[in-house]
T-cell receptor, first 114, second 114 residues
Framework: QKEVEQNSGPLSVPEGAIASLNCTYS??????FFWYRQYSGKSPELIMF????GDKEDGRFTAQLNKASQYVSLLIRDSQPSDSATYLC??????????????FGTGTRLKVLA | DTEVTQTPKHLVMGMTNKKSLKCEQH?????MYWYKQKAKKPPELMFV???????INESVPSRFSPECPNSSLLNLHLHALQPEDSALYLC?????????????FGAGSRLTVL
């Protein structure tokens, strides 16, 4: 089982719709969860992070965390063609040495159709 | 200054060459990372430095040699690489290496090994 799993997609949604991206993780000790967006040929950029159960909203983006189900999601409202990118879920995992590793899922490719 | 700066942006090297990738941040971050990313794959952790000490080495071949001269600088020395080492090399930093500290990525160095 991979530590962080995402559906690779592509996920295609029409412009203006809600895009729902999902991520599951295997380590119950994981503490913080991150969503990064990566355009082709560019480096990942942070969209938002969450570490408490529930929802966290930032503009058109909402992150949802359910630690009991080991599930984190990202909702993008009013999707725009400029949102077309690969979305990477990352988990911050304690290495017992006091250092944390950021483990990335394989990413979901989102296509927003104009 | 909220940037992580990587040089060079592009590097082409032969299998017998020695070259270095450089990374610099002036955000006062105390943890710095090297990731390797192949096309259509997620970033794969190579090394973590925490407070200028190497804290994680993900069993990376010795032809990759990291160095952290001070808290703002991170180098990756390359020697006797193989064509399969061609990838985008991403440097990142975080305020610390624990908890909800966010990873900030540089733009990456695209390496081609001939």
């Amino acid at each position: 089982q991979k530590e962080v799993e995402q559906n690779s997609g592509p996920l295609s949604v029409p412009e203006g719709a809600i895009a729902s991206l999902n991520c599951t993780y295997s380590d119950r000790g994981s503490q913080s969860f991150f969503w990064y967006r990566q355009y082709s040929g560019k480096s990942p950029e942070l969209i938002m992070f969450i570490y408490s159960n529930g929802d966290k909203e930032d503009g058109r983006f909402t992150a949802q965390l359910n630690k009991a189900s080991q599930y984190v999601s990202l909702l993008i409202r009013d999707s725009q063609p400029s949102d077309s990118a690969t979305y990477l879920c990352a988990v911050n995992k304690d290495q017992t040495s006091g250092t944390y590793k950021y483990i990335f899922g394989t990413g979901t490719r989102l296509k927003v159709l104009a | 200054d909220t940037e992580v700066t990587q040089t060079p942006k592009h590097l082409v090297m032969g299998m017998t060459n020695k070259k270095s990738l450089k990374c610099e941040q002036h955000m006062g971050h105390r943890a710095m990372y090297w990731y390797k990313q192949k096309a259509k794959k997620p970033p794969e952790l190579m090394f973590v430095y925490s407070y200028e000490k190497l804290s994680i080495n993900e069993s990376v071949p010795s032809r990759f040699s990291p160095e952290c001269p001070n808290s703002s600088l991170l180098n990756l020395h390359l020697h006797a690489l193989q064509p399969e080492d061609s990838a985008l090399y991403l440097c990142a930093s975080s305020a610390g290496s624990s908890g909800a500290n966010v990873l900030t990525f540089g733009a990456g160095s695209r390496l081609t090994v001939l």
